[in-house]
């Protein structure tokens, strides 16, 4: 590969014209420059823009926040809240049909003790037909009670076996 020729005036008439530069030189391009390889050898400063950016060195890794984070998402935990809140609200309403039906059952079996007590024979009038106790039978003068006595006798054996004799 041959090297670019060297700068002539005579060749660029408007450049003995001009007069010289004088401070900071500020390139054409906008942007940053940086340098790039040449292919026979050597660097030079380029715009940025006028490289491709497979071939640009890659940007540096900005830095990590090492401020604590918290070990539980915010959001994480107001949802869960809101689910254990909904959980027990929901144990609660159990509770209290479960004491709402409690209670009906109660006012049933009251109300059903309340109809056999008016129902039942006053205690005066009982007889053996009522329920109560036989009466004693008076026959030629003399009293005779009768009186019933059932015996049961229970066997246990091993292994759960039981027997019962009346």
């Given at each position: 590969?041959?090297?670019?020729?060297?700068?002539?005036?005579?060749?660029?008439?408007?450049?003995?014209?001009?007069?010289?530069?004088?401070?900071?030189?500020?390139?054409?391009?906008?942007?940053?420059?940086?340098?790039?390889?040449?292919?026979?050898?050597?660097?030079?400063?380029?715009p940025r823009a006028a490289i491709p950016a497979h071939l640009l060195p890659p940007e540096p890794t900005p830095a990590?926040?090492?401020?604590?984070?918290?070990?539980?998402?915010?959001?994480?935990?107001?949802?869960?809240?809101?689910?254990?809140?909904?959980?027990?609200?929901?144990?609660?309403?159990?509770?209290?049909?479960?004491?709402?039906?409690?209670?009906?059952?109660?006012?049933?079996?009251?109300?059903?003790?309340?109809?056999?007590?008016?129902?039942?024979?006053?205690?005066?009038?009982?007889?053996?037909?009522?329920?109560?106790?036989?009466?004693?039978?008076?026959?030629?003068?003399?009293?005779?009670?009768?009186?019933?006595?059932?015996?049961?006798?229970?066997?246990?054996?091993?292994?759960?076996?039981?027997?019962?004799?009346?």
């Amino acid at each position: 590969m041959t090297m670019p020729t060297p700068y002539r005036p005579s060749e660029y008439p408007m450049a003995a014209q001009q007069a010289p530069v004088e401070g900071q030189i500020v390139p054409a391009a906008d942007g940053p420059m940086v340098w790039a390889a040449q292919p026979g050898g050597g660097w030079v400063v380029t715009p940025r823009a006028a490289i491709p950016a497979h071939l640009l060195p890659p940007e540096p890794t900005p830095a990590r926040d090492l401020t604590p984070q918290p070990l539980i998402d915010p959001r994480a935990q107001v949802l869960a809240a809101g689910g254990v809140g909904v959980g027990v609200a929901g144990w609660g309403l159990g509770q209290v049909l479960t004491a709402m039906a409690g209670m009906g059952a109660a006012a049933v079996g009251a109300l059903a003790l309340l109809i056999l007590a008016v129902r039942m024979p006053a205690p005066g009038r009982r007889g053996t037909d009522g329920g109560g106790q036989q009466q004693p039978q008076q026959l030629g003068g003399d009293t005779y009670y009768v009186t019933n006595s059932t015996t049961v006798t229970n066997n246990v054996r091993p292994f759960g076996r039981a027997t019962n004799n009346l």
